[in-house]
């Protein structure tokens, strides 16, 4: 699923498992029920405790900006990271 965070970030969230389903159902729930019918509004915030089963890639404006590419730093991802 292509999501447009309400700051203007792109991403694609690509399923890995079953919990990735369950995470991105959880997700587009949250952003549709605070927006008027057919629309969605995601914050950053809403990423925050990350995004167990699923892979994120960032899709890039065609001038890309630092603050666009500012890290969706969360927990688990800082555990990743820092494993390697």
Request: with cysteine; glycine share 10%; aromatic share 4%.
């Amino acid at each position: 699923s292509e999501v447009t965070l309400d700051d203007g970030l792109k991403l694609v969230l690509l399923v890995e498992d079953r919990a990735g389903y369950s995470t991105l159902c959880r997700l587009i729930t949250q952003g549709r029920r605070r927006s008027a019918k057919g629309e969605y509004r995601l914050l950053r915030e809403d990423l925050a405790d990350g995004l167990p089963g699923l892979l994120v890639l960032w899709l890039p404006g065609a001038t890309p900006s630092r603050a666009g590419g500012r890290p969706l730093t969360t927990s688990a991802n800082r555990r990743r990271t820092s494993r390697r």
